[in-house]
């Protein structure tokens, strides 16, 4: 009944477990770009520590929601806050553009809000690959934005609710290339100092090096690293972004 990518486990302060999937349903072309519903879905389950249904969740322990109505929806995180709300991070479609963004529901399971952002109105491709959340609560997205050749780092920032943050580069997000080519950032870490080390992809015209970027906790690109904040390694190896030809599984979120 549908296409299963990107399980995802988040372990609740009330020792309960929260899992989410995201599923395409059988009855819509998931393929036709004229279909505005593709029927892409987030579906989560909550489950007790002895692994048992939490029946208070959705009503049965189950359910399946569709933020923004769109086409390709994908969750990369989830964050519990502390008044039992949860947040579920990714990239969200829509009518007229997909995005990276945040939904969140209460406890029960409801839908209460939904946020995101955009680098325009369409015509660029946005993917959220890698979350996470900051000591300070704040919750950092990272992956790629643009088409082609011309795709680049991408990252934006989140408050505690899930709204943007825009104290935080331009409007919340940030966009910028490590190469002349096709960049991917895969994954984002946060070092003692408060600044954000993105590892990822870049296409030198051949291959894929390793890319390298850092940023500062405004959201500006840090030129102590390496003069520009960027950096590549050549991989002679490393013939296709998929980090399944490296590891042997794939990356939640790479689609």
Not at 20 to 31: A, G, I, P, Y
Not at 45 to 55: P, S
Not at 159 to 181: E, H, M, T, W
């Amino acid at each position: 009944y549908g296409d299963h990518r990107d399980l995802h486990l988040s372990i609740r302060r009330q020792r309960q477990m929260c899992i989410r999937d995201s599923v395409s349903t059988h009855h819509h072309n998931n393929h036709d770009p004229n279909d505005i519903n593709h029927g892409h879905q987030l579906r989560t389950i909550r489950l007790h520590e002895d692994g048992t249904l939490d029946r208070t969740y959705f009503g049965d322990g189950t359910g399946a929601f569709n933020p923004f109505g769109g086409a390709e929806e994908g969750i990369v995180e989830i964050v519990p806050t502390n008044n039992g709300d949860i947040l579920f991070l990714g990239t969200f479609g829509g009518n007229a553009y997909e995005s990276f963004g945040a939904a969140r529901t209460n406890n029960l399971g409801q839908q209460e809000e939904e946020f995101r952002t955009s680098w325009d109105d369409g015509t660029n491709a946005e993917r959220a690959r890698r979350g996470i959340q900051l000591p300070d609560g704040k919750i950092i997205l990272v992956g790629q934005v643009g088409n082609g050749a011309e795709r680049d780092f991408a990252i934006t920032r989140h408050l505690k609710d899930g709204s943007i943050d825009n104290s935080f580069g331009d409007q919340g997000k940030l966009r910028f290339p490590v190469s002349n080519a096709e960049d991917i950032a895969w994954d984002v870490h946060v070092q003692k100092d408060g600044k954000l080390l993105l590892t990822g992809s870049s296409h030198n015209g051949q291959n894929w090096d390793l890319a390298v970027a850092r940023v500062n906790y405004d959201g500006t690109l840090d030129t102590s690293f390496n003069g520009t904040g960027t950096t590549t390694i050549p991989c002679l190896l490393y013939t296709s972004p998929s980090p399944r030809d490296q590891r042997g599984s794939r990356v939640p979120g790479y689609g």
